[in-house]
């Protein structure tokens, strides 16, 4: 998995806990508090929709990126897949 990957699970385990700790606070608090825990519960679902998108667009950068490697650098790209595969192909047939 690459880093974005990785860091996008990261951090919407992030925004998972910090829910489940809001929740947690808004059936503890009084009915006057509650009105912070909602505004916090605002602010934190608001953060999270940022990230999200600013790694959606970092994603998309990636992808297009890599699509474009592999339009100017085609015959690379074919040798490389086709050495792979030899090489999945030699391994696999050793384990049996």
Known sequence: M??????LLSQLKKVVEDLEGLA???????????AAVTD?????????????HDLE???????KATDSYVHENAWTSIA?????AFLVGVLSRHRD
């Open 40 to 52: 916090r519960l605002k602010e934190a679902l608001a953060g999270a929709r940022n990230r999200i």
């Open 24 to 34: 947690t606070t808004a059936t503890s608090v009084g009915a006057e508090q509650g």
């Open 57 to 63: 667009h970092s994603l998309q950068r990636g992808a």
């Open 2 to 7: 690459n880093s974005t990957a990785d860091q």
């Open 80 to 84: 490389v897949a086709a050495a792979i």
